[in-house]
């Protein structure tokens, strides 16, 4: 027996919305070994670049660029809007990005504009989507696979 995990297409007052499905099966766990409680990492097209080290973080209300890849993208400063509010993490400490920028992502076969607050802290990623983005792409993160 094989088995296929899922996920449902949204239901849109009784009409069926097709989106992308993906589906797993038992062949995706191949070379991941089990049990294991890694991040989910992953590789986007962000504007005009495939990044890489994409951490997505269901705890995470914003969507966070790290300046570094900011710079690596060969963005400039001048493109960046200030922002009003601090950054609070789980330390309780307040963080003060540098700005905010919006920039196109792209997931398959869908692009959306994403908010990006850009931080000049180090991080062993790129950049951090959160529950934000993943609610807009009426996506579930499977750690799992």
């Known amino acids: 027996m ?21 589906t797993f099966s038992s062949n995706d766990l191949e070379r991941i ?3 294991h409680n890694d991040t989910l990492v992953v590789t986007f097209r962000v504007k005009d670049f495939d990044i ?3 951490l997505i973080d269901q705890e995470s209300s914003v969507e966070i660029m790290y300046y570094d890849a900011f ?11 200030p922002i009003t509010s601090p950054l609070v ?3 309780s400490q307040p963080e003060w990005s540098i700005r905010k920028i919006i920039l196109p992502v792209k997931v398959g076969s ?8 850009v931080l000049k802290l180090p991080s062993t990623y790129n950049l951090i989507l959160g529950r934000g983005w993943l ?3 009426q996506a579930v993160a499977s750690t799992y696979h």
Do not use: C, S
């Not at 899922?6 to 097709?18: C, D, H, I, L, S």
């Not at 710079?71 to 809007?81: E, I, Q, S």
């Open 89 to 91: 993490g789980f330390n």
């Open 135 to 137: 609610h807009a792409m």
């Open 33 to 35: 070994q089990t049990p």
């Open 110 to 117: 869908i692009t959306m504009q994403v908010e990006f607050w």
């Open 2 to 22: 094989r088995e296929v995990l899922y996920v449902q297409p949204a239901v849109k007052k009784g009409k069926t919305e097709v989106k992308d499905i993906m």
């Open 71 to 81: 710079k690596l993208m060969k963005l400039k400063d001048k493109d960046l809007a």
């Open 52 to 54: 890489r080290r994409i």
